[in-house]
């Protein structure tokens, strides 16, 4: 796809125009946006010398605002074919478009934010993942750049929080994308809305630690999401495959969080995710060779590839405390 393409794609309307078009930031709140984001200092230069403008880049900020609708007007987060990686040609420009789309909704993603009360501890622990995922791209790639725009939109929609450890998704459980059959007997109803558990990578996870997290949960939900009445807490994620039960010691954190879970529906293969999660390496990366074996889990997930394993995306449900 080339650089016209891509902007024509991401100019198909998808939203409505009744939200507010996002507008040129002056520096002090572009240096607040930096900071409420948690941008590594490495990328802050790059980003705003390639930040779009309405008069310098017309095409790129038009691309924005259509992108800006479609974030909070959508009825879920955008697909993957709306909002494609951009081309190399672009250079820098592409690679940082979805961090300067971020920025410039952030006005908006905080006004949400303060109409449900939500305090704004959670909102930096929250907002922080778009920094954590540009230094991931830096690991992977060698150069600075962001490639998980669809997966941030969650961040600024409102519909997903950080609460200590973990974070907390609002969705609804849908049988058919869990490949299961029904909904589990004594789990989650078909249609109900529960809260999708994520775990950030970014220090252990203890027992403690999840103990406050899924204890603060439902009462937050309660507090600031009236509309949805959630009881359960589902989770899919290779954390969950029973697998890592050969390779760690019985008392391994992973395996504690695991334990918390009622396992349901299907086990799609995800190793390649695993490799990126774990060792920051590019997306489809298959070669093992060269990867760091410093610790038990590192060398637990790469001996069960060496040895013709895969690891699979595990899905499971609890009742919420």
């Not at 961090?99 to 993603?109: E, Q, S």
């Not at 991931?136 to 609460?163: E, V």
């Not at 489809?284 to 997930?301: H, I, K, S, V, Y």
Request: aromatic share 8%; proline share 9%; with cysteine.
């Amino acid at each position: 796809m080339n650089a016209d393409d891509w902007i024509d794609t991401l100019c198909t309307p998808t939203g409505d125009t009744r939200v507010p078009d996002p507008k040129p930031r002056s520096e002090t709140e572009t240096a607040t946006a930096l900071d409420l984001f948690a941008i590594p200092a490495v990328d802050r230069a790059p980003l705003l010398a390639t930040l779009p403008d309405p008069g310098r880049t017309p095409r790129l900020w038009e691309a924005l605002v259509h992108c800006h609708r479609t974030l909070f007007t959508a009825e879920g987060p955008p697909r993957a074919d709306q909002w494609p990686h951009a081309p190399g040609a672009l250079g820098e420009a592409g690679r940082y478009f979805y961090t300067h789309l971020y920025l410039l909704a952030l006005p908006h993603a905080l006004a949400l934010r303060r109409d449900r009360g939500i305090p704004d501890g959670v909102t930096r622990a929250t907002l922080a993942d778009l920094g954590a995922k540009l230094a991931g791209y830096r690991l992977a790639h060698g150069t600075g750049g962001f490639d998980r725009q669809i997966w941030l939109s969650r961040h600024l929609r409102g519909t997903l929080n950080r609460l200590g450890r973990l974070q907390f998704e609002h969705r609804t459980y849908d049988s058919a994308s869990w490949g299961a059959r029904a909904a589990p007997a004594d789990g989650p109803g078909e249609g109900e809305p529960v809260l999708d558990v994520h775990i950030p990578g970014d220090g252990p996870l203890t027992p403690a630690a999840c103990d406050a997290s899924f204890k603060e949960a439902r009462s937050f939900a309660a507090r600031h999401y009236p509309e949805h009445t959630v009881t359960f807490a589902t989770c899919h994620s290779w954390l969950l495959d029973h697998t890592l039960a050969d390779h760690l010691d019985p008392d391994a954190n992973i395996l504690a969080f695991q334990r918390r879970f009622t396992s349901h529906g299907d086990r799609p293969p995800c190793d390649t995710e695993v490799l990126e999660f774990v060792f920051h390496t590019p997306p489809g990366t298959t070669d093992t060779t060269e990867l760091p074996r410093r610790n038990t889990l590192q060398r637990a997930l790469l001996d069960h590839l060496d040895h013709g394993g895969h690891w699979r995306t595990a899905r499971g449900w609890l009742r919420l405390p």
